[in-house]
Protein backbone atom coordinates (compact mmCIF):
# COMPACT_ATOMS: atom_id res chain seq x y z
CA UNK A 1 0.00 0.00 0.00
CA UNK A 2 1.52 3.41 -1.08
CA UNK A 3 2.60 5.70 1.97
CA UNK A 4 2.63 9.72 2.02
CA UNK A 5 3.46 12.59 4.64
CA UNK A 6 1.67 15.03 5.77
CA UNK A 7 1.54 17.73 8.09
CA UNK A 8 -0.82 16.83 11.18
CA UNK A 9 -3.03 19.71 10.07
CA UNK A 10 -4.19 18.18 7.07
CA UNK A 11 -5.69 15.13 9.32
CA UNK A 12 -8.85 16.43 11.12
CA UNK A 13 -12.70 14.67 11.90
CA UNK A 14 -11.47 11.88 10.15
CA UNK A 15 -10.63 12.74 6.49
CA UNK A 16 -7.58 13.88 5.12
CA UNK A 17 -6.37 16.30 2.75
CA UNK A 18 -3.49 16.14 0.19
CA UNK A 19 -2.15 18.54 -1.44
CA UNK A 20 1.11 20.02 -3.44
CA UNK A 21 3.02 17.59 -4.97
CA UNK A 22 1.72 14.59 -3.93
CA UNK A 23 -1.40 14.86 -5.94
CA UNK A 24 0.17 14.93 -8.85
CA UNK A 25 1.81 11.33 -7.98
CA UNK A 26 -1.40 9.98 -6.63
CA UNK A 27 -3.13 11.49 -9.86
CA UNK A 28 -1.31 11.08 -12.98
CA UNK A 29 1.86 8.64 -11.96
CA UNK A 30 -0.15 6.06 -9.70
CA UNK A 31 -3.66 6.42 -11.09
CA UNK A 32 -5.01 5.88 -8.04
CA UNK A 33 -9.20 6.32 -7.79
CA UNK A 34 -11.97 6.49 -5.79
CA UNK A 35 -12.14 4.16 -3.65
CA UNK A 36 -8.80 2.79 -3.25
CA UNK A 37 -6.59 2.50 -0.30
CA UNK A 38 -3.16 4.02 0.88
CA UNK A 39 -1.71 4.87 4.26
CA UNK A 40 -1.03 8.41 5.42
CA UNK A 41 1.64 9.62 7.95
CA UNK A 42 1.75 12.55 9.95
CA UNK A 43 5.35 12.64 11.28
CA UNK A 44 4.87 12.23 14.83
CA UNK A 45 4.51 8.49 14.92
CA UNK A 46 1.01 7.99 13.76
CA UNK A 47 -0.31 6.05 10.39
CA UNK A 48 -3.55 5.87 8.86
CA UNK A 49 -5.07 3.85 6.82
CA UNK A 50 -7.04 6.08 4.45
CA UNK A 51 -9.40 5.42 1.72
CA UNK A 52 -9.69 7.99 -0.98
CA UNK A 53 -12.82 10.07 -1.57
CA UNK A 54 -11.96 12.80 -4.40
CA UNK A 55 -9.18 13.47 -6.58
CA UNK A 56 -8.79 16.72 -8.28
CA UNK A 57 -5.91 18.34 -9.68
CA UNK A 58 -5.70 20.48 -6.78
CA UNK A 59 -6.16 18.27 -3.65
CA UNK A 60 -6.95 14.91 -3.09
CA UNK A 61 -9.30 13.80 0.03
CA UNK A 62 -9.73 10.46 1.99
CA UNK A 63 -11.62 8.73 4.56
CA UNK A 64 -9.54 7.92 7.61
CA UNK A 65 -10.37 3.86 8.40
CA UNK A 66 -8.15 3.16 11.36
CA UNK A 67 -4.90 4.44 13.19
CA UNK A 68 -2.40 3.07 14.75
CA UNK A 69 1.20 3.88 15.92
CA UNK A 70 3.76 2.98 13.20
CA UNK A 71 5.63 0.11 14.49
CA UNK A 72 8.68 1.06 12.27
CA UNK A 73 10.69 3.10 13.56
CA UNK A 74 13.97 1.76 15.37
CA UNK A 75 13.97 2.60 19.23
CA UNK A 76 18.03 3.39 18.89
CA UNK A 77 18.75 7.05 17.34
CA UNK A 78 21.53 7.16 15.28
CA UNK A 79 23.11 10.46 13.54
CA UNK A 80 24.92 10.25 10.38
CA UNK A 81 27.49 13.13 9.85
CA UNK A 82 28.81 12.91 6.15
CA UNK A 83 31.25 14.80 4.91
CA UNK A 84 29.99 16.98 1.86
CA UNK A 85 30.73 14.62 -1.01
CA UNK A 86 30.92 15.49 -5.37
CA UNK A 87 28.17 15.03 -7.89
CA UNK A 88 25.58 12.44 -6.35
CA UNK A 89 26.71 10.58 -3.67
CA UNK A 90 25.25 12.35 -0.85
CA UNK A 91 21.80 11.38 -2.36
CA UNK A 92 22.59 7.52 -2.30
CA UNK A 93 23.71 7.98 1.30
CA UNK A 94 20.58 9.99 2.41
CA UNK A 95 18.34 7.66 0.26
CA UNK A 96 20.15 3.72 1.83
CA UNK A 97 20.74 5.14 5.39
CA UNK A 98 16.88 6.48 5.30
CA UNK A 99 15.51 3.06 4.08
CA UNK A 100 17.80 0.95 7.11
CA UNK A 101 16.51 3.81 9.69
CA UNK A 102 18.90 6.55 10.16
CA UNK A 103 17.23 9.41 12.22
CA UNK A 104 19.06 12.71 11.30
CA UNK A 105 22.06 13.69 8.96
CA UNK A 106 24.23 16.42 9.00
CA UNK A 107 26.33 17.07 6.33
CA UNK A 108 30.33 18.53 7.58
CA UNK A 109 32.91 20.25 5.37
CA UNK A 110 36.35 18.44 6.40
CA UNK A 111 40.02 19.14 5.41
CA UNK A 112 39.78 16.85 2.84
CA UNK A 113 36.58 17.74 1.11
CA UNK A 114 36.54 18.84 -3.00
CA UNK A 115 32.55 19.17 -2.63
CA UNK A 116 31.45 22.93 -2.48
CA UNK A 117 28.64 23.45 0.56
CA UNK A 118 25.32 22.81 -1.10
CA UNK A 119 22.82 25.35 -2.64
CA UNK A 120 19.33 25.94 -1.46
CA UNK A 121 18.16 23.83 -4.62
CA UNK A 122 20.30 20.78 -3.90
CA UNK A 123 19.26 21.08 0.13
CA UNK A 124 15.82 21.18 -1.25
CA UNK A 125 16.67 17.88 -3.52
CA UNK A 126 18.46 16.01 -0.67
CA UNK A 127 14.89 16.98 1.71
CA UNK A 128 12.68 14.77 -1.67
CA UNK A 129 15.50 12.34 -1.65
CA UNK A 130 14.62 11.43 2.62
CA UNK A 131 11.41 12.12 2.11
CA UNK A 132 10.47 9.54 -0.62
CA UNK A 133 13.05 7.48 0.83
CA UNK A 134 11.12 7.35 3.77
CA UNK A 135 7.33 6.55 2.82
CA UNK A 136 8.81 4.13 0.71
CA UNK A 137 10.72 2.03 3.48
CA UNK A 138 7.98 2.52 5.76
CA UNK A 139 9.07 4.90 8.06
CA UNK A 140 6.70 6.14 10.54
CA UNK A 141 9.05 9.92 10.64
CA UNK A 142 10.99 11.75 8.52
CA UNK A 143 14.30 11.96 9.27
CA UNK A 144 15.74 15.34 10.15
CA UNK A 145 18.68 16.65 7.55
CA UNK A 146 20.82 19.08 9.41
CA UNK A 147 22.91 22.67 8.63
CA UNK A 148 25.93 22.04 7.17
CA UNK A 149 28.66 22.42 9.65
CA UNK A 150 32.44 22.39 9.92
CA UNK A 151 34.07 19.26 11.06
CA UNK A 152 35.38 20.22 14.49
CA UNK A 153 31.70 22.48 15.39
CA UNK A 154 30.04 18.89 14.70
CA UNK A 155 32.81 17.21 17.11
CA UNK A 156 32.00 19.65 19.56
CA UNK A 157 28.00 19.24 19.52
CA UNK A 158 27.45 15.65 19.73
CA UNK A 159 25.76 14.08 21.92
CA UNK A 160 25.28 10.09 23.02
CA UNK A 161 28.16 7.99 22.05
CA UNK A 162 30.27 8.34 18.77
CA UNK A 163 32.50 6.51 16.25
CA UNK A 164 34.19 7.77 13.30
CA UNK A 165 35.31 4.52 11.05
CA UNK A 166 38.99 5.61 9.72
CA UNK A 167 40.74 3.50 7.07
CA UNK A 168 44.37 3.77 9.17
CA UNK A 169 42.77 2.49 12.56
CA UNK A 170 43.84 -0.91 13.36
CA UNK A 171 43.62 -1.47 17.10
CA UNK A 172 39.72 -1.39 17.66
CA UNK A 173 37.33 -2.90 14.66
CA UNK A 174 33.52 -1.98 15.27
CA UNK A 175 32.34 -4.60 16.50
CA UNK A 176 34.63 -5.05 19.87
CA UNK A 177 33.49 -1.73 20.01
CA UNK A 178 30.05 -1.19 19.90
CA UNK A 179 29.74 -4.88 22.28
CA UNK A 180 31.03 -2.86 25.29
CA UNK A 181 28.36 0.56 24.96
CA UNK A 182 25.39 -1.35 26.60
CA UNK A 183 22.31 -0.23 26.01
CA UNK A 184 22.75 3.14 24.06
CA UNK A 185 19.58 5.26 22.82
CA UNK A 186 21.66 7.77 20.68
CA UNK A 187 24.89 6.51 18.54
CA UNK A 188 26.55 9.27 16.15
CA UNK A 189 28.53 8.19 13.16
CA UNK A 190 31.34 10.29 11.64
CA UNK A 191 31.83 9.75 7.85
CA UNK A 192 34.88 11.38 5.92
CA UNK A 193 35.15 13.11 2.06
CA UNK A 194 36.50 10.81 -0.78
CA UNK A 195 39.96 11.52 0.13
CA UNK A 196 39.23 10.74 3.75
CA UNK A 197 39.94 12.02 7.36
CA UNK A 198 43.28 13.55 8.45
CA UNK A 199 45.37 12.22 10.79
CA UNK A 200 44.89 15.45 12.62
CA UNK A 201 40.78 15.53 12.31
CA UNK A 202 40.83 11.84 14.00
CA UNK A 203 43.41 12.83 16.76
CA UNK A 204 40.64 15.75 17.00
CA UNK A 205 37.80 13.70 17.45
CA UNK A 206 39.55 11.20 19.53
CA UNK A 207 39.95 14.10 22.07
CA UNK A 208 36.50 14.91 21.94
CA UNK A 209 35.42 11.84 22.42
CA UNK A 210 34.79 10.29 19.68
CA UNK A 211 36.41 6.54 19.33
CA UNK A 212 37.81 5.99 16.34
CA UNK A 213 37.04 2.36 14.74
CA UNK A 214 37.98 0.21 11.97
CA UNK A 215 35.61 -0.76 9.04
CA UNK A 216 37.31 -4.18 8.36
CA UNK A 217 40.37 -4.79 6.35
CA UNK A 218 38.99 -3.18 3.34
CA UNK A 219 38.68 0.37 2.36
CA UNK A 220 35.42 1.73 1.35
CA UNK A 221 34.13 4.35 -0.62
CA UNK A 222 32.79 7.48 0.77
CA UNK A 223 29.26 6.99 0.36
CA UNK A 224 29.50 3.26 1.32
CA UNK A 225 30.90 3.83 4.57
CA UNK A 226 27.95 5.64 6.45
CA UNK A 227 25.76 2.93 5.35
CA UNK A 228 27.89 0.00 6.22
CA UNK A 229 28.80 1.39 9.36
CA UNK A 230 24.97 2.25 10.15
CA UNK A 231 23.94 -1.19 9.12
CA UNK A 232 26.46 -2.61 11.74
CA UNK A 233 25.67 -0.58 14.60
CA UNK A 234 21.78 -1.27 13.81
CA UNK A 235 22.55 -4.98 13.85
CA UNK A 236 24.67 -4.94 16.82
CA UNK A 237 22.10 -3.41 19.16
CA UNK A 238 19.74 -5.58 18.36
CA UNK A 239 17.79 -3.54 15.61
CA UNK A 240 17.77 -5.79 12.89
CA UNK A 241 16.13 -9.04 14.65
Known amino acids: MHRFFVLPLCISNNKVEIVGKQVHQIREVLRLKNG ?3 IVLDNTGWEYKVRLAAITRQKVVGEVISQAHCQNEPSLEVTVFQALLKGSKTDLVLQKCTEIGVARFVPIACERCVAAKPSASRIERWENIVLEAAEQ ?13 DFKQACENTNGFSLIPWELEKNQGIKAVLSCIGSAKHINIFIGPEGGFTPAEVEFAHIKGITPVSLGKRIMRAETAGLVAATAVFYECGEMD
Open 137 to 149: SGRGNIPELGSVL
Open 36 to 38: DQI
